[in-house]
C-alpha cells in the first residue's frame, strides 16, 4: 500500500505569475504548471468551434517497452508523453501551438478558431509556447530558439544555444544534435530554455536575454538530457529529464543543486519548491520537499492539482481529492511514530533477553497499533473518490476540475466530485486550456476543440 505523507505547504507559494487574468499563457498556465486557471468555469459546455490540423502529432518516442523482465514490471506507463497533442496557449484573444508534424508555428483567433498566422522552423516543434510581453518564445528540435511577434508572427530573434549547426537523424526525423525540448521560461528579462538530449554531447542550460536573443550565462551537464516542459520558482529551475529524474538549478546562474530520486518521467508541477513528478513505470507521482533529494511521498496516479485546501489525483480508474488539513495533522503524529519505532527495533537488536527486551517488544507492539490506526485515518483523509474514464489530463477552472479522456472530456464538481458534464472529442485528449471563458481540449490527433462554458443566469 503506498501511503502519503507529510505533504506540507500545499499552496501554490512560489508560482511564477505571467500573463492576464483571463489568459493562459504557456504549458498548464504558469511555469509551476500548476493547471489552475485564474477563472471560473460553469458546467455543462456547449460546442464552439474544432480546428483540425492537416497532420496529426508525430510524438518523439511512441510509448513504453511492453513489460520490464528485470523487475518483472508489466503493464509500463510512458514516460515521456510531452508531445503526444499540440498543447494550446491563450494570450489577448488569440491562441497558439506548435506543432511536431509540419515544423510551424501556428496563431489562432481564440473565439472563431480561423488561422490568423504561421510560421516556419526547420525541425518539429515539440512543446507549447510561451507568450509573454506581446511576444511567442518557442523552441524547436532544429536547435533554434524562436522570438516571434505576437500579433503579426514576424520573427524578433532567432538564436542557437548549442555550439554549432550540426544536424543528425533522430525520431524519424533530422533534427538537431542540440534540439530545444524544454519549452522556454521568460522571467522579467530572460528567457530560459535547454538544448540537448544527448548527455555525452552536453547538455546547455541557458539564460538568454529576451529583448535581443544574446545569451547570458550556459551551464553544461553531461550526465542527463533535458526533455519535457521546464518549471520555476523564485530561486530555481527545475527541468525534467525525460525517463530519468528532474535536476534542480539555480536561476541565477543555472548551476546544479541536485538531481532528485525518483521513478522518472517527464510531468511535473510545482507547490512552492516542493516537486511532484511522474509517472514512473506504473503510475506513480513522487512527491519531493524543497532543500531535498529523497522522496517523501508516492501517489498512485498520473497527475495531481494543488490548492491551498485539497488536492486532487487523477488515476487511471478515478479523481479523489484529499482533506489536506486533517491529513497534515496524522502525518505528523505518523512521523513522530515511525521515528520512534525505528528507534525500538535498533534497541532490540541490541536487548539481551529478560525483562528490558520484555518491554521493548510490547511498546514497539504498542507503536505498531498507533501506526496502523494513524495510516488508517490518513487514508479517510479523502474527502471524496469517484469513479472516471479520463485518465489522459486534467486542470482547475474555480469549482470545476476538468478532465481529459479517450476520446472524451468531462467535467467535475470540486466539492464533492460530482459529473457535471461530459462532451465527445476526436481522439485521446492530452492537452487542456482554460480561457476567456472558454475550454479548450486538444488531442492526439491533431484536433482542437474548443467549449463554451454556461453564463452565470443561464
Not at 508523453?81 to 509540419?102: K, N, Q, R
Request: proline share 4%; with cysteine; hydrophobic share 35%.
Amino acid at each position: 500500500m503506498i501511503f502519503i505523507r507529510h505533504f506540507s505547504v500545499l499552496c501554490l507559494l512560489g508560482t511564477v505569475s505571467i500573463g492576464q487574468t483571463a489568459d493562459w499563457p504557456t504549458y498548464q498556465h504558469d511555469y509551476a504548471r500548476t493547471g489552475v486557471a485564474k477563472e471560473s468555469l460553469l458546467a455543462p459546455f456547449s460546442d464552439g468551434w474544432v480546428h483540425r490540423s492537416k497532420h496529426a502529432p508525430r510524438p518523439a518516442w511512441r510509448g513504453e517497452a511492453k513489460w520490464d523482465g528485470w523487475h518483472k514490471v508489466y503493464d509500463l506507463k510512458s514516460r515521456q508523453i510531452f508531445d503526444y497533442a499540440y498543447h494550446p496557449v491563450i494570450a489577448d484573444g488569440l491562441l497558439y501551438y506548435g506543432s511536431s508534424a509540419d515544423d510551424k508555428i501556428y496563431c489562432l483567433d481564440a473565439a472563431t478558431g480561423k488561422q490568423r498566422w504561421a510560421y516556419f522552423t526547420e525541425g518539429p516543434v515539440r512543446l507549447a509556447p510561451t507568450i509573454a510581453g506581446g511576444r511567442v518564445f518557442v523552441g524547436s528540435d532544429d536547435g533554434h530558439a524562436y522570438c516571434l511577434d505576437a500579433k503579426s508572427g514576424s520573427l524578433i530573434w532567432k538564436i542557437r544555444p548549442g555550439p554549432k549547426d550540426y544536424r543528425i537523424p533522430g525520431n524519424a526525423r533530422i533534427i538537431s544534435r542540440w534540439p530545444l525540448r524544454t519549452g522556454i521560461v521568460v522571467i522579467g528579462d530572460l528567457a530560459y530554455c535547454a538544448a540537448g538530449m544527448f548527455p555525452s554531447e552536453g547538455v546547455l542550460i541557458t539564460a538568454i536575454d529576451a529583448g535581443t536573443g544574446k545569451i547570458k550565462w550556459q551551464q553544461k551537464q553531461t550526465d542527463l538530457p533535458a526533455q519535457g516542459y521546464m518549471l520555476a520558482s523564485h530561486t530555481r529551475l527545475y527541468v525534467p529529464a525525460g525517463r530519468n529524474n528532474p535536476v534542480v538549478l539555480s536561476r541565477a546562474d543555472g548551476k546544479r543543486i541536485r538531481v532528485v530520486s525518483g521513478q522518472g518521467g517527464t510531468y511535473a508541477l510545482l507547490t512552492g519548491d516542493n516537486l511532484v513528478f511522474g509517472p514512473g513505470k506504473t503510475g506513480t507521482l513522487g512527491f519531493v520537499e524543497s532543500n531535498q533529494s529523497d522522496q517523501l511521498a508516492t501517489f498512485k496516479g498520473n497527475h495531481m492539482i494543488v490548492t491551498p485546501v485539497r488536492s486532487f489525483l487523477q488515476s487511471d480508474t478515478e479523481l479523489s481529492a484529499l482533506d489536506r488539513s486533517r491529513y497534515l495533522d496524522l502525518a505528523r503524529k505518523r512521523r513522530t511514530l515511525k521515528k520512534r519505532h525505528e528507534q525500538l527495533k535498533e534497541a532490540l537488536k541490541k536487548a539481551p533477553n529478560g525483562s528490558q527486551r520484555a518491554q521493548l517488544l510490547q511498546e514497539a507492539t504498542q507503536l505498531g497499533q498507533k501506526l496502523d490506526e494513524v495510516q488508517a485515518g490518513m487514508q479517510e483523509c479523502f474527502a471524496w473518490r469517484v469513479a472516471s474514464n479520463q485518465p489522459l489530463s486534467m486542470v482547475l477552472a474555480g469549482q470545476t476540475l476538468i478532465t481529459g479522456g479517450h476520446n472524451e472530456v468531462a467535467a467535475y464538481h470540486a466539492k464533492d466530485g460530482s459529473l457535471l458534464w461530459q462532451g465527445k472529442v476526436d481522439g485521446e485528449v492530452f492537452g487542456l486550456a482554460v480561457a476567456d471563458g472558454r475550454l479548450y481540449a486538444s488531442t492526439s490527433k491533431g484536433v482542437i476543440h474548443c467549449f463554451r462554458a454556461r453564463r452565470l443566469g443561464n
